[in-house]
Structures are given as C-alpha cells and as structure tokens.
C-alpha cells in the first residue's frame, strides 16, 4: 500500500503561483509513473501531468503547457508541481496518484494505482 499526502494547495489571484508537493510513504517511489489530476465541481477528474519514473520524460494537457511544470525527487519520494500564469479556470481539488505496469502516457485517472487525499486550488480575486 502507497500513502499520497498532497500539499501546497490555496487560495491565490488571477496570474499568480502556488507549488505543490506529494510525498509517498513508498520504499520503491522511483518505480511509479506520477500524474497529477484535477477535478473542479461538476465536472470528472482530469489529467493534468504526468512524469515518468526518472523524470526526464514528462507530458501536459494542452491548457497548462508553457505554465506548469512537474518535477520529480526521488530521494525524497516527492513530487512537484508548480503553477504560474494561474487563471480562473485552474481551479479545482488537485489529486497526486501513483500507477505502475502502464504505459507512461497513461491519461485516464482508472490507470492509477493510489491517490492522494487532495488539496484545494482557487484562482480568485
């Protein structure tokens, strides 16, 4: 079993940043493919980024590209993910996940194998 425990998550204006981490309870973190996801209400979770297990392999959705970038320690179990240019629409629950024996590029949130608990992104002025 993987605990994910997210954090970083708050309230910031239109333009502005916030960086958040997920830190895995996980002897073997640097085997797990990481992705963030999102979820605004109303609406299905939604992939963000994803990382592969060495970091040097990343992807975005096409609405975040050039403003997010996920990052990746090993030694530390944690991963990043840090926002800027945040706009509106960049809010939601923000979700860490770890998945292992699929394809890296794995975009649907029922590849992963554990979540974390989630942590609250607003864009407001």
């Known amino acids: 079993q993987v605990q994910l425990v997210e954090s970083g998550g708050g309230l910031v204006q239109p333009g502005g940043s916030l960086r958040l981490s997920c830190t895995a309870s996980?002897?073997?973190?640097?085997?797990?493919?990481m992705g963030w996801f999102r979820q605004a209400p109303g609406k299905e979770r939604e992939y963000v980024t994803i990382i592969n297990w060495s970091g040097d392999t990343t992807y975005y959705t096409g609405s975040v590209k050039g403003r997010f970038t996920i990052s990746r320690d090993n030694a530390k179990n944690t991963v990043y993910l840090q926002m800027n240019s945040l706009k509106p629409e960049d809010t939601a629950v923000y979700y860490c996940?770890?998945?292992?024996?699929?394809?890296?590029?794995?975009?649907?949130?029922?590849?992963?194998?554990?979540w974390g608990q989630g942590t609250q992104v607003t864009v407001s002025s």
């Open positions: 996980a002897r073997t973190f640097s085997s797990y493919v």
């Open positions: 996940a770890a998945g292992r024996g699929m394809e890296v590029h794995t975009t649907s949130p029922s590849g992963y194998d554990y």
